[in-house]
């Protein structure tokens, strides 16, 4: 929810009502296709700009981080560390997952 509601996430919906319309234009165009695609290309790269610059936003502002243990692998976790790991049902998991999320703590005993 914290997403969806940032500047970036509102530019983003901005950005995908832009390609809805040039997909349209790209139908009804005889001619001239090429300029449609290059400039649906350009709004698909800056579209994902816009999500990654919302969720790294995000993930900045958060005093608590949910995840997977492979999605601590994150590239938008980039080199965070967190104070504190909990790993729910570790018994369930694979030890190699687990050090995926335990090499996120700020001073492993």
């Given amino acids: 929810m914290v997403i969806k509601s940032g500047d970036d996430a509102k530019l983003a919906e901005d950005i ?3 390609m809805d319309n040039t997909l349209r ?5 005889k001619k001239g296709r090429r300029e449609f695609y ?3 290309k350009a709004l698909k790269k800056e579209l994902k700009e816009r999500e990654k610059k919302s969720i790294q ?12 243990l492979s999605g601590a692998a994150n590239k ?12 729910d049902e570790v018994s369930q998991s694979l030890e190699a997952e687990c ?3 335990a090499l996120k703590v700020v001073n492993l005993l």
Wanted: charged fraction near 25%; proline fraction near 0%; aromatic fraction near 8%.
């Fill in 16 to 18: 995908r009502q832009d």
């Fill in 25 to 29: 234009e790209i139908q009804k165009a």
């Fill in 38 to 40: 290059a400039e649906l």
């Fill in 57 to 68: 936003s995000a993930i900045d502002r958060a005093q608590v981080i949910l995840s997977t």
């Fill in 76 to 87: 938008l976790l980039g080199d965070i560390t967190f104070d504190y790991v909990v790993i």
């Fill in 99 to 101: 050090w995926i999320a």
